[in-house]
């Protein structure tokens, strides 16, 4: 077996020594497991290129050295090595004993690092997932941060776990101001105050409530709000969408105020987010909400050493005091791209919704309700023990779904063939929707079907080729990829609907291939593959759903 767990029993061993380890007492690779690196990976980039070939030709040249941060001391944690299939599969006999140090430049695990790991690691190059993860045992589970998420080193700025930091202005125009102006206080309260489940805007008291809510802890959300003045009409700033002109004079007129540094919580040197909130009289063809990352030159406009990030600039506004829902859930929706979310709605025509039905609801389709199972995912809401993957080599599978609205809320995820490690492949992904806690308010939509029950997502999140802007290959509004949308997207729903349609899944409902959306997609971008699996739903105890999945 090509893999092996390893913990040294003395600062005195080397390479080769026998030894007896004492396991853990709950050795398995569970939770307790925290993924740390990739053999191979010599920068820390999670990603294999030719930046680290090049370290690794420079150092067995004998020109440089290897970062440092790619030695691990055996003596401090017990290690575990191998590919995702192996960890899963692992065993007591598979333990070795001796090695002092772990390098990630050492491909072959001999102990020397030469040109037989420079074959190797290219190798790993051509074909990624045939490199090694590292796992470091933890007696209590490590704390989470930023770089844990699976979205976190695509093309968003603002971190979607631990802390992120939002710098907000209010900004009004000579000739054009808000109907009602409301305070540094009151933006504040509406975006960063304390959950309230007795406030009258619940669930959206404030966008931070939200988060830490969907994101089960994972997402504190902080920040700072400011007024400015702008030097100029409302219309000299019109006509870019990228709103260079009112994001370079708002940064450079308060920069002396501000610290930039405090809206940079994940360290990466960039600004996590900028929020820009403009008068609700501004017309909606230059000042509808819209968010991305910045389009000046980032390197000429620095702010305290920092680059910018994602900005927000939009004219949805506080309505009155303590009356903000509208405007909380419009930028939850823009902060959702700033994380590195795609949008699940569409562009052009006359429906934007990409998702329709009692199961359509999603805050990034039409900012209404929570985020969905997919979205969770990418973001790192889940816990390793709530995401469960259906293996079709040990046949028929029963899953539990938990409430998605809760903290025990999880999902199931079908493959298409192997799952790429940060998911960026095609599967299916179900959960348990309600209408509790930050999906309360869909109960207003009196006029659209809502409801409870399990939801099945199709998603294609294969990532593009662009190592300068990675993204979504599959995301709306990439017409070439998606056929104007009427091909592959980055999520569907399985049993799409009309407003009027109950598309959820309940007792006795059985999905398979005559299911409308339950197919893989072809090469010609249609969804027409058979996906030779049926999923069959029953009701569970305890407010839960019992998914069943097998293999035709």
């Known amino acids: 077996m090509n893999r092996f767990f390893v913990k040294a029993a003395s600062a005195v061993l080397t390479a080769g020594v026998a030894a007896v380890n004492v396991l853990p ?5 569970s939770a307790s497991w925290a993924k740390i690196g990739y053999i191979g ?37 017990y290690f575990l090595i191998g590919t995702r299939d192996e960890i899963a599969d692992l065993g007591q006999d598979d333990i070795q004993s001796g090695v002092k140090y772990l390098q990630l430049a050492d491909i ?13 690691l290219r190798r790993i190059v051509v074909d990624p997932d045939s490199s090694k993860l590292v796992y470091r045992w933890y007696e209590e589970e490590p704390a989470q941060d930023a770089s844990d998420a699976p979205i976190y080193d695509l093309y968003g700025s603002m971190p979607s776990i631990g802390e992120a930091k939002l710098a907000v202005f209010s900004v009004e125009f000579p000739d054009c101001h808000f109907s009602y102006k409301a305070s540094t206080d009151e933006v504040e309260q509406a975006l960063f105050s304390e959950a309230d489940t007795d406030s009258r805007q619940y669930p959206l008291e404030s966008a931070a409530a939200f988060y830490e809510r969907s ?45 930039f540094n405090d809206f940079d919580a994940d360290k990466d040197g960039m600004i996590d987010s900028i929020l820009i909130i403009v008068p609700d009289s501004a017309d909606d063809d230059n000042w509808w909400p819209t968010s991305g990352g910045y389009g000046g030159n980032s390197r000429a406009n620095m702010h305290d050493g920092l ?88 046949g028929e599978q029963s899953f539990t779904l938990y409430n998605s609205e809760t903290d025990s809320g999880n ?42 029950g399990v939801r099945v997502y199709h998603v294609e999140a294969s990532q593009n080729g662009n190592r300068t802007y990675p993204s979504w290959k599959y995301a709306s509004g990439n017409d070439q990829a998606t056929n104007y949308d009427k091909g ?23 999905i398979n291939s005559s299911t409308n959306g339950y197919r893989w997609y072809s090469t010609d971008g249609s969804a027409s593959v058979d996906p030779q699996t049926s999923i069959s739903v029953t009701k569970g105890e305890d407010n839960t759903y019992i998914v069943t999945v097998k293999s035709n």
């Open 41 to 77: 990976d010599l920068n820390s980039d999670s990603t294999f290129t030719v930046a680290d070939l090049v370290l690794l030709t420079k150092y067995v040249l004998g020109s440089s050295g290897l970062p440092e941060s790619g030695v691990y001391d055996m003596n401090e944690a």
């Open 488 to 510: 592959i997207r980055f999520i569907r729903l399985v049993n799409e609907g009309d407003d009027s349609t109950d598309n959820l899944f309940h007792e006795g409902s059985v």
């Open 411 to 452: 999902c199931v995820i079908i493959p298409r063939g192997t799952l790429n490690d940060k998911y960026r492949s095609e599967f299916f992904i179900i959960e348990y929707a309600t209408l509790d806690n930050n999906n309360l308010r869909l109960k207003d939509y009196w006029w659209k079907k809502t409801g409870s």
């Open 215 to 259: 994101s089960k802890g994972k997402l504190q959300l902080s920040g700072k709000a400011y007024e400015y003045t702008a030097q100029k009409p409302l219309a000299s700033y019109e006509g870019d969408v990228y709103h260079i002109d009112i994001i370079d004079e708002v940064l450079n007129a308060l920069d002396s105020q501000i610290d």
């Open 307 to 394: 680059k910018i990030g994602h900005v927000i600039v939009g004219n949805d506004t506080i309505e009155a005091k303590n009356n903000y829902s509208a405007f909380c859930a419009t930028y939850l929706h823009e902060m959702g791209h700033c994380m590195g979310l795609p949008d699940d709605g569409l562009y052009g025509g006359s429906d934007f919704q990409g998702m329709h039905g009692s199961a359509g609801f999603e805050l990034m389709d039409d900012a209404a309700g929570d985020f969905g199972a997919a979205s969770k995912l990418m973001l790192g809401w889940y816990e390793p023990d709530q995401i469960s993957i259906y293996d079709s080599s040990k």
């Open 25 to 29: 007492s709950s050795f398995s690779a």
């Open 108 to 120: 072959d695990q001999d102990g020397v690092i030469d040109t037989f790991d420079l074959t190797a």
